[in-house]
């Protein structure tokens, strides 16, 4: 899963500002320790992506002080890269600008 990477720096790593998990996140469990609470968090997927489980990620975004979770309509997993045929200009635009004021808020 590709936020796996960027899940594990910050849930792991000291002095992390804060995550942003696009299409996918896992249990705090599989690094060993639960979501830091002060670590803002911010995870993002299609409502219907067969490769999110949103219990997981609605938990994950509980264990966080300040955690969000934001699902898109359909089924497109990587539907903000540009370079795949998931592709979703709208839900893309949806995404970059909560993206852009959820870093904005930081």
Known sequence: MGA???QLLAQTRAGAAGALLMHGCLPSSAFGTEWPAAVPLSVHGAE???SIDFHVA???VDEAA???LWMYPG????FADIGLPDYD???AHHLMTRVV???DGR
Not at 75 to 78: D, G, V
């Open 75 to 78: 089924s497109r997993h990587l």
């Open 89 to 91: 200009p709208v839900l």
């Open 58 to 60: 609605r938990e994950l």
């Open 48 to 50: 219907d992506d067969p």
């Open 66 to 68: 300040d955690g969000e």
């Open 101 to 103: 004021a959820w870093l």
């Open 4 to 6: 796996a990477p960027a």
